[in-house]
């Protein structure tokens, strides 16, 4: 946890409003269970210790631990800074089994994507769109992890599609900024490098798109490419793509 994050309901001052944290003047924060946990064994934090803190969706600054204990940890906050810029990516992702798709939700916050949307294709199977891995706060907890990580306090934004054609049909023109690109290990084009502007790419699941659902993105106005032969798995693929293309 390289950022610790807090939400509006952790300050002690009433009625703390994003508008009123926003001011830079410094607060109290009262922290309990898996962050206090945090504190105490990875930093092993004591009274004094100065540490990075951010309000999700709002400013990063600096925490002093006034008091920590089992119980609790005080810490005076002051929020001065804007979080770190995203990329302008969005992500369309086949879903994957619920222990990757825990694993890319962090690393897709982590890395600075703003919009994931998680998608049905011919090979993901039909029991993952029943996991309690997709259920709003089990996301969030994951994007919050992968926000500690990178810094930033920014919820990315997650979208279900469950049915393909029409998600493709009716609403990529709304969803897809900018160039379109789908991840496909034998396409023929190689994938580009150092893309400007914003990047829509499409991922497969665990065994891959069909032909057919290839061609079905084409005709929505993506261009296959690939990192060549080498078949890597989509938490290796998704860290792999970004670093190219951004
Ligand atoms: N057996 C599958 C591999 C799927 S890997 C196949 O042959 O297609 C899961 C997803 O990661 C792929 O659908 C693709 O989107 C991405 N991926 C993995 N390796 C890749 C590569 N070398 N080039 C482009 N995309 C890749």
Known sequence: MNLVLLEEADFEEAAASLASLADGAPRHVVLTGRRLLHLRTVHRAEQGR?????????????GVVE?????????????????PAKLDFTLLLSLPRP??????????ATLG??????????????????????????LREQLLLGLEQGGDTVVPQVELQRLLV????????????????IAHPSATTPCPRHVDGPLTLALGPEGGFLAEEVELFERHGFTPVSLGARLLRVE?????????LT
Do not use: C
């Open 99 to 108: 222990k990757t798709l825990r694993r890319v939700l962090q690393m897709a």
């Open 67 to 83: 008091t920590i204990d089992a119980e609790r940890a005080r810490l005076r906050v002051t929020l001065t800074e804007p979080p």
């Open 166 to 181: 029409p998600f493709l049909r009716d609403e990529i023109e709304g969803v897809a900024r900018g160039e379109r690109l």
């Open 113 to 138: 994507i703003p919009h994931l949307v998680l998608m049905n294709s011919w090979r993901v199977e039909k029991s993952y769109w029943k996991s309690p891995q997709l259920h709003s706060a089990a």
């Open 236 to 244: 290796q693929a998704v860290p792999a793509l970004v670093g190219r």
């Open 50 to 62: 100065e540490l990075r803190v951010g309000l999700i969706d709002g400013r990063v600054g600096s």
